[in-house]
C-alpha cells in the first residue's frame, strides 16, 4: 500500500460515525449478552452450591453412623426380645 492509500482510508475511518440509535442498539446487544453470561454462570453456581450442600449434608450423616458405631451403643433390636409373638404361638398349635 502506498502512503496515499493508507491516508485516504484512516480519513474514510475518521468520517464514519454513528448516530445515537446505532450506538443504543449497539449497547443494547452487548448487555444482553454480559446478562446471558450472567444467567448461565449464576445457574453453574447455584447448582454446584447445592451439589455441595448436599455432599456435605451426605457425609454428615455417614460420619454420625461411623461414630454410633465405634460408640458401642447399644444395639437397635434388642436380642434377648422375641422377634414376634406369633412365632411363640405357631409352635403351640
Known sequence: MSDEEVVEENEEQEEQSYTAVEIIKALQITNADRL?????????????????????ADI????AGINARNEGEEAVIPTDVPESDDESDDESE
Open 60 to 63: 454428615a450423616e455417614l460420619n
Open 36 to 56: 446471558a453470561f450472567l444467567s448461565v454462570f449464576e445457574r453453574f453456581a447455584v447448582g454446584v452450591d447445592g451439589a455441595l450442600s448436599k455432599l456435605r
